[in-house]
């Protein structure tokens, strides 16, 4: 049970928080935009709006982002994605991690030619640091595109294919001057939360105090199939759960009884002795509690120790292709252990209570000649 909850959690946290990492929680756009990456129409949020949202105590962060979708063309090859424009005060922490060749892009006041892209279009395109290509986007109003020169900084790689061979990271005063849009104009506001468990209530209140021209998406719409596979964890979760807790019963009901019938002689010797039906009763229920408390610090030992290993070693891997994560993430916290033991104690020390009232059933005269 320790193992299936560890296993599930650490599964739809991993994958929740890649995702987060590169799109953020939530994202303001124009109402008039749709729900990918392409910013058309941009937005110019004022300053009030602004002080309203850091004001809000769930939100950690606010980007401002444009994204376009452009063509990256080299002398041997050409791709499609999006170029994702952010400034200097984009926060890199959350993708540090998964950045492994390089460094983040620098910018300064002037137009930054540095980019960070995916390791999947370097290696699709043979492009290394400090190789430059060309990005070609599309103008409404000329035929001939738009090309800017960029130099590959970083590399980074995520394991979740749709995101790596979605975004590269550029300077946000490239795009702006490709789409002739002002300074204060952005394509999106994107806004990180400290826990993905508020997301529901604070995308409502954001919504609800926004300009009426405002469209407030969240992550979870705009992965809406990847979220709903995660959440079959849940029930996944809660079945074998279930299923253990119920296994876990039958066995005690097995072993209690077995204890009783064993001693149907010493139970007659006790009754004929004065002991009560009921002193007999708690007797056998306080040996069977033993035997289920010892049977659980086991368990805890034997799957926090399985759970520590996967974690530090990653023994057990994943095609990245399909599951999203290269080995088998773990994660539980304090609370579910705890909460899965006092479920697991409660639920098998009930179950034998109905078992140990055949001690009562037991007939002294019988019971003294069992053997």
């Known amino acids: 049970m320790i193992i299936s909850v560890g296993v599930g959690y650490g ?8 995702i987060s990492s590169f799109e953020s929680h939530i994202t303001i756009q124009s109402f008039n935009n749709t729900i990918n990456e ?12 602004i002080n309203y949202l850091k004001s809000i105590p769930e939100v950690k962060n606010i980007e ?11 002398s041997q090859d050409f791709d499609g994605l999006y170029f994702k424009g952010i400034d200097k005060n984009y926060d890199f922490n959350r993708i540090k991690k998964y950045i492994i060749d390089g460094k983040t892009p620098l910018f300064s006041e002037n137009f930054s030619n540095d980019v960070l892209i995916s390791k999947t279009l370097a290696d699709k395109l043979d492009l290394k640091l400090d190789e430059s290509f060309q990005m070609l986007f599309s103008r409404s109003d000329n035929q001939n595109p738009s090309i800017l020169k960029l130099v590959v900084v970083g590399i980074y790689e995520s394991g979740f294919e749709e995101l790596d061979s979605k975004f590269i990271f550029g300077d946000i005063k490239q795009i702006r001057r490709v789409s002739k849009w002002k ?8 806004i990180q939360l400290y826990s993905q468990r508020d997301l529901e209530s604070t995308s409502e209140s ?13 992550v979870k719409e705009k992965y809406y199939s990847v979220y709903e596979w995660i959440e079959l964890f849940d029930k996944n979760i809660y079945a074998i759960i279930f299923i253990m807790i119920l296994v876990a019963s039958v066995n005690i009901i097995s072993v209690l009884l077995v204890l009783i019938i064993e001693r149907t002689n010493m139970i007659g010797i006790l009754k004929a002795l004065g002991v009560s039906n009921k002193s007999l009763q708690k007797f056998f229920i306080y040996t ?6 010892i049977g659980i610090l086991i368990g805890n030992l034997i ?6 290993i996967q974690h530090k070693y990653k023994v057990i891997s994943l095609d990245p292709k399909i599951y999203y994560v290269e080995s088998v993430p773990v994660f539980i916290e304090f609370y579910q252990i705890i909460g899965l033991n006092i479920i697991v104690l409660f ?25």
């Open 347 to 371: 639920l098998c020390i009930i179950s034998i209570y109905t078992p140990s009232l055949l001690v009562s059933r037991v007939n002294l005269k019988d019971s003294i000649k069992f053997n």
């Open 64 to 74: 401002k982002i444009i994204s376009k979708f452009g063509v990256v063309r080299t």
């Open 183 to 190: 300074k204060n104009q952005i394509g999106s506001l994107e």
């Open 11 to 18: 599964m739809q946290k991993e994958i929740k928080d890649k």
């Open 38 to 49: 392409n910013s058309i129409n941009p937005i110019s949020p004022e300053l009030n709006f």
């Open 206 to 218: 954001i919504f609800l105090n926004s300009p009426s021209d405002f469209d407030v998406v969240t």
């Open 288 to 293: 069977s509690s033993y035997l289920i408390f």
């Open 303 to 308: 799957g926090l120790s399985i759970l520590y």
